[in-house]
């Protein structure tokens, strides 16, 4: 029996790749002497919040699970900066405490709702990992690594579906980065042309696992190219850097030209959570970082440069002591929900 013919390499090969457009560069966003002064405000808001809540959680006023998000500010306030309140969505993971006040959510609701008190945003029963807003269009603080992704996802199709101009960002770390689901949401994200900003908060550690040991593409910008995503690499201590890249991204999105990935390089300073002693770091490693790239110092040497005195920067460091330690009081003296809220929000309907 004669042999089939053996396929000439032009008949099986795939079709050439057309060019991939790409977002340009992202410039570092300049910021006039008032703008930068509010990002060094929501930011150090955050650095302090987060400490408070740190000391909370020590005298046992907070309980479960407690992820910081300190060393990573600059990140959330520069993108979320970039966003139109009331009209984009956000979503992340658990360590969301900083996500939500740079979206401008009361801090006494969120350390009411650190708490378990009945004044906090989700009346109490969601803790640290699970807080909620609609009217700010806050979709979570998600405890399941790497299920915000495809909710998020979800969030940029109805954005599509109603036509509203709107955007979601959804966040997730490097450890998420390897989940199945974030790969599921790529595809239909770019299938769909769906307006998502996927952003990689890479603090360098899986709870206690380096990206270099856990992930064989470690370059995190990277990981949408299969999808025919563009991805970005961001300085995510520089709140200036994230402002300008947040602005492309959603340039980029709402242009209809579907999702795009950043890569934030960015370092948490404390351990995974409250309960984690961080040992799989040196103290040298965290302090070399704190001394050469944090955000909150960045940004005040940038302000000194603009004139603002160092005196000026003591006042609204000693305002937002004041506005946290509000807050503290606030949770402290709210009563807890009653036995009854365990019923509610549950499900749609009353059964």
Not at 58 to 84: D, P
Not at 177 to 188: D, K, L, P
Not at 218 to 231: A, V, W
Not at 242 to 271: D, F, H, N, Q
Request: charged share 25%; hydrophobic share 35%; proline share 5%.
């Amino acid at each position: 029996m004669a042999r089939a013919a053996k396929p000439k390499a032009s008949d099986s090969a795939p079709p050439a790749t057309p060019n991939r457009e790409r977002p340009p560069e992202p410039q570092r966003y300049k910021a006039s002497k008032d703008e930068l002064l509010e990002l060094y405000r929501q930011m150090l808001l955050i650095r302090r919040f987060e400490e408070k809540a740190g000391q909370l959680y020590g005298l046992g006023l907070i309980g479960g699970f407690c992820h910081l998000y300190i060393g990573q500010e600059a990140v959330a306030v520069g993108l979320q900066s970039a966003l139109t309140g009331g009209l984009d969505s956000v979503i992340t993971g658990y360590r969301d405490h900083g996500h939500m006040l740079a979206y401008g959510i009361d801090p006494k609701v969120i350390m009411a709702e650190l708490t378990g008190r009945e004044a906090g945003i989700s009346h109490g029963k969601g803790g640290s990992m699970h807080m909620f807003s609609v009217d700010h269009r806050f979709y979570g603080g998600h405890g399941i690594v790497g299920a915000q992704v495809s909710l998020g996802t979800g969030l940029a199709f109805k954005h599509k579906y109603a036509e509203d101009g709107g955007l979601c960002m959804a966040y997730f770390g490097d450890g998420a980065a390897n989940q199945g689901q974030v790969y599921e949401s790529f595809n239909m994200a770019e299938l769909w042309k769906l307006p998502i900003i996927f952003v990689i908060e890479n603090n360098q550690y899986a709870m206690g696992t380096s990206v270099n040991r856990s992930s064989a593409e470690d370059q995190l910008y990277r990981r949408g190219e299969s999808f025919r995503i563009p991805g970005i690499q961001v300085d995510g201590m520089d709140v200036l850097a994230c402002r300008g890249a947040g602005e492309t991204a959603a340039e980029w999105v709402r242009s209809g030209k579907g999702p795009v990935i950043l890569e934030m390089k960015t370092y948490r300073y404390r351990g995974h959570s409250m309960s984690d002693p961080a040992k799989y770091r040196s103290r040298d490693e965290v302090q070399a970082v704190r001394e050469k790239s944090d955000p909150i110092d960045h940004a005040a040497r940038e302000l000194e440069k603009m004139g603002v005195t160092e005196a000026a920067l003591k006042d609204i460091d000693k305002d937002i002591r004041r506005i946290v330690s509000e807050a503290a009081d606030f949770a402290e003296s709210s009563p807890e929900p009653p036995l009854d809220e365990l019923y509610t929000d549950v499900l749609v309907e009353t059964y």
